[in-house]
């Protein structure tokens, strides 16, 4: 038995279509042509301190640390380069609770069942070498509550950690509150906002956030560079966990990837610039695929409907005779779940937590939208969903 022909696109539609926005996004051709600099004519160290071309090289590395901070409503010296957000999680949850341990003030933690792998293996590894974690079970809407997070802080609680947006279904935190409840206490608070930035405006001088890790391949940015917000603060001391030149503050040792921090610094000015303009386009576009397949037997939305960044819909779909409905839209890229998972064919640890079925975990699609995607785009896809499942309801 095979499968129905997939829809045929429109001659004037580019193919195939690409909806994983939130596994990666092209580099911005303007973040592009300013990395390829320095790639070239301007290859300095940053770190050479002796010549034009180590201080062309500062100079463009602390324009980037400024431009990142600027995203982030941060001062540029609070700004920690890393190569990517997998390295700044593990800075801040390791080195934060190593210093503190050592110290003597507690052992321990809190994170949300629904994090990233990149938290939630640091937290595993933590836990073997004898911390506690407290792994907060979400509710059906994918959301912790302030009081539900409040009730697991504990006297020798030293630091919590929230994703500010979820990367599998694009739910929003309520990152103030709970930053404000970590504050009374005296807890350190890391936030992982790679799927944040460039979606929700950010203040970083208004939340009580000590810690948030950020990536430059989800915001227009290239591959392998990451930064950490680490807030100014005499009694926050991380435990580097990279050693070496002492670079970064001695918190992160290690020659900077200059062309690749200078691209990150691009593209995250860019995204300031372009925020309120795309996020409202993108709005228009995910309200479209959603009114396009809303109520078709089966759907079901995964996520809170309201509390979420535009840029995502992930959405069960019932089984079909042919498999998932993900393995039938040819020619259309999609995501199951986390980029980091795809490989495993188990269902969603994410969608398992907020209580989704295994078979309704299995069947879910995630959708994530970004500057390139278009009306038409959306419109076949919606057209190629309801052919898959018309033609597998015909028999």
């Known amino acids: 038995m095979n499968a129905p022909a997939p829809c045929r696109p429109p001659a004037d539609l580019a193919f195939p279509i690409y909806l994983d926005y939130g596994a990666t996004t092209p580099v911005d051709p303007q973040v592009a042509r300013i990395m390829c600099d320095f790639l070239t004519e301007k290859f300095g160290n940053a770190a050479s301190s002796s010549h034009p071309f180590g201080w ?14 600027g995203l982030l409503g941060a001062q540029p010296g609070e700004i920690v380069w890393t190569s990517g957000a997998t390295e700044s999680n593990n800075l801040a949850i390791k080195g934060t609770a190593q210093a503190l341990a050592g110290k003597g003030k ?10 990233h792998k990149a938290v939630l ?22 959301l912790v509550t302030p009081e539900q997070f409040c009730a697991a802080l504990r006297p020798d609680t030293i630091l919590a950690s ?28 890391h936030v992982d906002a790679v799927q944040a930035t460039g979606k929700v405006a950010i203040d970083l001088a208004s939340l009580k956030v000590d810690l948030m890790s950020v990536s430059a391949h989800k915001v227009y940015g290239p591959k392998g560079v990451g930064a950490l917000y680490v807030r100014h603060n005499p009694e926050l001391k991380l435990e580097a966990q990279i050693d ?45 695929l959603w009114a396009g397949i809303n109520g078709l037997p089966g759907v079901q939305l995964n996520g809170c409907a309201v509390n979420r960044v535009p840029h995502n819909l992930n959405v069960s779909f019932p089984p079909t005779r042919y498999g998932t409905l993900a393995s039938q839209l040819l020619g259309i890229a999609v995501s199951a779940g ?25 069947n879910a699609v995630r959708f994530s939208l970004g500057r ?16 898959v499942l018309a033609a597998d309801a015909a028999g």
């Open 162 to 189: 929230v994703m500010y947006v979820n990367n599998e279904i694009g739910v929003i935190q309520p990152i103030a509150e709970l930053g404000e409840i970590c504050a009374a206490r005296g807890i350190v608070f």
């Open 244 to 288: 070496g030149g002492g670079h970064e503050n001695g918190m992160r040792s290690g020659t900077l990837a200059t062309h690749q921090i200078v691209g990150m610094g691009e593209a995250f000015e860019l995204a300031g610039k372009l925020l309120a303009e795309e996020s409202a386009r993108i709005r228009a576009l995910r309200d479209r």
């Open 372 to 387: 390139g995607t278009t009306e038409a785009e959306i419109d076949y896809v919606v057209a190629a969903i309801r052919q």
């Open 121 to 142: 293996d640091t937290m595993h590894t933590l836990e073997r070498a004898g911390f506690e974690v407290t792994f907060l079970q979400p509710g059906e809407d994918g």
């Open 106 to 115: 507690g052992r321990h933690l809190v994170t949300v069942a629904t994090e």
């Open 56 to 69: 062309e090289a500062k100079r463009a590395v602390e324009k980037a640390r400024a431009q990142v901070a």
């Open 338 to 362: 986390s980029a980091c998972n795809s490989a495993a064919a188990l269902p969603s640890f994410v969608l398992l937590a907020i209580g989704r079925s295994p078979e309704v975990a299995r």
